[in-house]
């Protein structure tokens, strides 16, 4: 009767892994021990334990040469990524120890970015005095790979297998007017009542951009014809304020006007579903200190309470 015990299957020591991987490279006991600073028999030890372990034999052993077996060989292939992930993963603490440091290029929206993001911005300089920032201002989908951008904010964000998309802040489209244009033309009880109403447009490439609804929970754009049509949201959201029409707007560029009762939201029953704040920026494993921190303090003021936060969603009757 064999009494002898069966494997574990358990890997209890990521030196063994660390031995084996290091004989099969060098293909050499004694060349793995000089190189991990261990005695032949150390390294011996190790791979037989892991042996036992696994049930499996990893190595064929000659007085002239050490070889992968066929179990050694796929276990070698696995034995690589893990100790892969273990440096992968040192060298992510490592960076998170670092201080931020060098040339900060970042793409901002144009509005979102001077108004929001560009104080955030300049308080993280104060506190972080060897980094230097070079900002760009965009509302469109500035290539990140191509032109070397470290990160970008943006409102949603289109599908890149080559970004990494972070969630900043819940945020939304809002329609709205001054007080004083709904007293004199009242507010629209549906999208089609637009048409009667002086919308003001949003133009962007050389396209008016339409407007967004969710009707009977379908997604839904109509195209608007109004008779001012301006290419830049703060002053689309000046003409609304002087009273000239209805217009669609960012939360976060309405927000203080509708606390302070200068404009009031309309059609907030079939308000669009929002599309929130991101930080996007190239896939890499380790995101170096600058970013991450920067990243970390915009989400730790705008994930709980971001200053539009009140009318982040609909209010609904």
């Known amino acids: 009767m064999d009494n002898k015990p069966a494997p574990s299957h358990r890997l209890d020591h990521i030196g063994d892994l660390l ?32 042996e036992q372990g696994l049930g499996a034999r990893l190595l064929h052993r000659s007085t002239r040469s050490v070889s992968l077996s066929d179990d050694g060989r796929i276990f070698y292939e696995h034995a690589q990524r893990i100790l892969s992930e273990v440096d992968n993963a ?3 603490m490592a960076s998170r120890k670092q201080a931020p440091r060098g040339r900060l290029r970042i793409d901002l929206p144009v509005s979102l970015g001077r108004l929001h993001l560009m104080p955030m911005l300049r308080a993280y300089l104060r506190r972080w005095p060897d980094v230097e920032a070079e900002v760009s201002f965009s509302d469109d989908y500035t290539d990140l790979v191509r032109d070397g951008i470290d990160v970008a904010i943006r409102i949603g964000g289109e599908s890149d297998s080559r970004l990494v998309r972070r969630v900043l802040a819940p945020h939304r489209l809002i ?3 001054a007080p004083e244009y709904l007293e004199r033309h009242g507010a629209p009880a549906t999208p089609d009542a637009l048409n009667q109403h002086h919308t003001l447009v949003y133009t962007h490439a050389g396209q008016r951009v339409p407007w967004r609804f969710a009707i009977q929970g379908l997604a839904r754009q109509v195209p608007m014809n109004g008779r001012l049509r301006l290419g830049h949201t703060e002053a689309l959201r000046d003409a609304a304020l002087a009273g000239d029409g209805i217009a669609q707007l960012g939360a976060f560029l309405v927000a203080d006007d509708l606390r302070a009762g200068r404009l009031m939201p309309v059609l907030e029953s079939v308000a669009p579903p929002g599309a929130p704040v991101c930080a996007v920026y190239p896939h890499r494993r380790h995101l170096s200190p600058k970013v991450r921190v920067l990243i970390d303090e915009i989400a730790g003021v705008w994930n709980t309470d971001p200053p539009w936060a009140p009318y982040a969603q609909p209010m609904r009757p």
């Open 175 to 177: 329609t709205c007017a």
């Open 90 to 92: 040192t060298d992510a």
């Open 19 to 50: 031995a084996f991987v290091r004989v099969a490279d060098a293909q050499s006991f004694t060349a793995a021990a000089d190189k991990l600073g261990l005695s032949r028999s150390a390294i011996g030890k190790c791979i037989t334990r892991l």
